[in-house]
């Protein structure tokens, strides 16, 4: 989806969310391919027409390049022309222009404090830019032979400790019987990779291999109640089965060894400014090797040079079989569900909720190895937004088109590895 579409979206969705119709938008949705009937089902199952009208506008944004217009024709169909002609204004209307900082020195009152590691910075309910919304600023511009230019620290999260910040890896390869889960081949060389690629960007990594549901959330909290003041970042990485669930911001859920999912939503939360304050303002990035669910992406045809279907170096497997996706008996609200929007997170996925991801056993995940490979290349010059659409590229090239990797992100400034 296009950012102008996105950015339709999200200013109207408080007029979708009071006016819109849900019920009669159901079957045309899942007749023209944008939601699965088990998508559709869980949407339905979201609460008030109010709450499943706000989960539907979330979920368009991950639904592909053809979700804007085919849903203005889904309301045009149903009788809410009203509706698509208020987001045709919305996605025609420029954003508003950044206002320039005022180029004269302002004396600030900083009482002689000469560092602003640990400043708090508020919730918001609204997704942030690259930069605070409160303070407009020119982007920065590299400098020559450095990652970025220090006069624009205040547009860059500020990487100084070393080490740079706790890594928790959770790996589970090998799942109970009764979770109908197959062993995950190939994940222990996904962990290899990147407990040595962020031990190299100065991260400090634990690991946690074959982990229950309650042993999983138990390592996130006990990370999250750790005291980061000293430190610049956190990091979680999680390798292991997945499937659709509910959510506000975050979708999916990822599978203990004994079968039992956790919401990303709830592994997130424990690490927003209300849940972790040490961890205020500063970056918190989860990396996550999951299905988001069953359905598996054809892609279309293209007019290129790509690899074949069978990805070379073994026998291929997906991170969604052979369960499958909760009931809505299963799946519940989130106990989080009411927390503020999370800030300074940012959610890397290695495929698109609702869609498989796809490992190899004697390589590895497509994800990891090309995350691995791109952080190696780039981590000391690219911005990590600027890495990832790299990550998604070579993905999605790798196996036709047929895997996305996915991003949520909530990061308020640029995140560079290297920065000094």
């Not at 996904?190 to 400090?204: G, H, I, S, W």
């Not at 500063?282 to 669910?293: N, R, V």
Request: charged share 25%.
């Amino acid at each position: 989806m296009e950012e102008a579409q996105r950015r339709a979206l999200r200013r109207g969705r408080a007029r979708l969310v009071a006016a819109l119709r849900v019920a009669p938008l159901w079957d045309p949705l899942e007749d023209r391919g944008l939601f699965t009937r088990p998508m559709v089902e869980e949407l339905q199952s979201a609460g008030s027409r109010g709450e499943q009208a706000r989960q539907l506008v979330i979920d368009l944004e991950t639904r592909g390049k053809r979700a804007f217009p085919v849903f203005l024709s889904i309301l045009r169909d149903t009788g809410q022309g009203d509706l698509a002609d208020m987001l045709i204004e919305e996605c025609e209307c420029p954003p508003a222009p950044p206002q320039l900082a005022d180029p004269r020195p302002v004396e600030l009152d900083l009482r002689g404090e000469k560092h602003r590691k640990n400043v708090s910075f508020p919730e918001r309910l609204s997704i942030p830019v690259q930069a605070e919304s409160e303070r407009p600023q020119t982007p920065p511009a590299p400098a020559r032979g450095s990652a970025v230019d220090k006069r624009n620290h205040d547009l860059v999260y500020e990487l100084k400790a070393d080490p740079c910040g706790h890594c928790l890896i959770i790996n589970n390869v090998n799942f109970s019987r009764d979770s109908n889960l197959l062993t995950r081949d190939g994940s222990d060389v996904d962990c290899r990779k990147l407990e040595k690629r962020f031990k190299a960007l100065r991260f400090d990594v634990l690991t946690r291999r074959d982990l229950e549901a309650k042993a999983m959330v138990s390592e996130l909290r006990k990370l999250a109640r750790q005291d980061h003041r000293a430190l610049d970042c956190c990091v979680v990485v999680i390798l292991s089965h997945g499937c659709q669930m509910s959510h506000i911001q975050f979708p999916g859920g990822i599978y203990g060894t004994d079968g039992k999912p956790v919401p990303v939503e709830e592994i997130v939360n424990y690490f927003n400014g209300s849940n972790c304050p040490s961890l205020r303002g500063k970056p918190k990035l989860f990396f996550i090797q999951a299905c988001g669910g069953e359905q598996r992406d054809r892609g279309f045809v293209v007019d290129c040079d790509s690899p074949g279907d069978d990805a070379p170096g073994g026998s291929l497997e997906s991170d969604a079989t052979p369960f499958q996706a909760p009931s809505g008996n299963v799946d519940e609200p989130d106990a989080v569900a009411s927390l503020p929007t999370p800030s300074d997170i940012l959610v890397s996925y290695s495929t698109f909720p609702g869609f498989v991801s796809w490992r190899e056993t004697a390589r590895g995940s497509w994800y990891v190895e090309m995350l691995d490979s791109v952080l190696e290349q780039y981590a000391h010059s690219e911005h990590l937004l600027n890495m990832l659409l790299r990550v998604a590229d070579a993905v999605s090239a790798k196996g036709q088109y047929k895997q996305m990797p996915g991003c949520f992100n909530f990061l308020r400034k640029k995140f560079f590895f290297a920065y000094k």
